[in-house]
């Protein structure tokens, strides 16, 4: 959220937190800035698929997998704009049962159109994502934030809504979270 503004994530890690950057746009695998480490590696709701050449396809993991992979078991803070593909890997967070491992979760959410690999009509997709959110909350996640981007479109599944925007970043709280 907000590539050119790292001040939270600067906040952090001078804070003492172990801070993990994912941008699959990177040139190198991994690397080391200061307190921050980056990652060329893209949250995703699947893993790469073995039938398709590394070579040809993305970076992409589940965070289930990128969790294993880094030997981590918790996450303190995820925030994360995945560019519409947040309801997929917010459906595959709920799914996989990582969510108990989230403190904290902020996430860009973008309503202009339906998403990756969401399909139906506007009344369905609106169902959908209304699962999703009812899913977070019945794992124990409280929202106390709301932010609309007012630079972004006035989009709802690509209708002109006044007072409206095309993304939210929403932040919610675990309140089960107790940190090892």
Not at 14 to 21: L, Y
Not at 146 to 164: D, R, S
């Amino acid at each position: 959220l907000g590539v050119d503004d790292r001040s939270m994530d600067h906040f952090l890690a001078q804070s003492g937190c172990e801070v993990h950057c994912f941008d699959p746009s990177l040139e190198q695998p991994h690397l080391q800035k200061a307190e921050i480490w980056f990652h060329r590696i893209s949250v995703d709701w699947r893993d790469p698929s073995p039938a398709i050449l590394p070579k040809r396809q993305a970076n992409n993991k589940k965070l289930a997998t990128i969790l294993d992979d880094f030997g981590h078991r918790e996450v303190d803070v995820l925030k994360a704009d995945m560019e519409s593909a947040e309801w997929k890997i917010l459906e595959n967070l709920v799914l996989e049962g990582v969510l108990d491992s989230v403190g904290q979760l902020l996430l860009e959410l973008h309503l202009h159109w339906a998403g990756f690999e969401v399909a139906g009509d506007d009344p369905s997709v609106v169902r959908y994502w209304f699962s999703l959110l009812k899913e977070l909350e019945r794992a124990s996640f409280r929202l106390f934030h709301v932010h609309n981007n007012p630079k972004k479109p006035h989009l709802f599944l690509h209708k002109n809504i006044l007072n409206a925007s095309s993304a939210y970043t929403l932040s919610w709280v675990n309140t089960r979270w107790k940190p090892s």
